[in-house]
């Protein structure tokens, strides 16, 4: 176990790391400085492109041939579409997803 000496000397250097890395694009596009095109590129790329790995990611060891055969991984995916086509928040489409699919797995499909 750590002691809580080195437990603060963690957090604090986490804590800075953080507060660095969020202060550097500051620091390196002032207001008055115009963001360059590909920084801008990256801007609108990036997240849908994060999200869709994340997507991968979460369904890449989903049993298409074996009980419950992908349908709790289906039914939370559609939920979340919806959900977002609908209200257009991610914040509850994906928390309402990942509820529903803890429900479907753990009490539907036993």
């Known amino acids: ?9 963690m957090i604090a250097a986490v804590a800075i790391t953080t507060f660095a890395t969020r202060a550097a ?4 596009f ?12 990256i801007g ?3 997240p849908p492109a994060v999200i869709g790995m994340l997507v991968v990611y979460c369904l890449r060891e989903t049993q298409l ?11 939370a995916c559609l939920a979340v579409i ?8 991610v914040l509850l489409s994906v928390g309402a997803g990942t509820v529903l699919y803890m429900v479907l797995v753990q009490m539907v499909f036993v």
Request: positive net charge.
């Open 1 to 9: 176990m750590l002691d809580t000496v080195s437990s603060l000397i």
């Open 25 to 28: 694009s500051f620091l390196a």
């Open 30 to 41: 002032p207001k008055n400085k115009e963001v360059p095109p590909t920084v801008r590129y």
């Open 44 to 46: 609108i790329i990036l």
């Open 65 to 75: 041939f074996a009980y419950p055969y992908g349908l709790p991984e289906l039914i």
């Open 82 to 89: 919806g959900l977002h086509a609908w209200r257009r928040n």
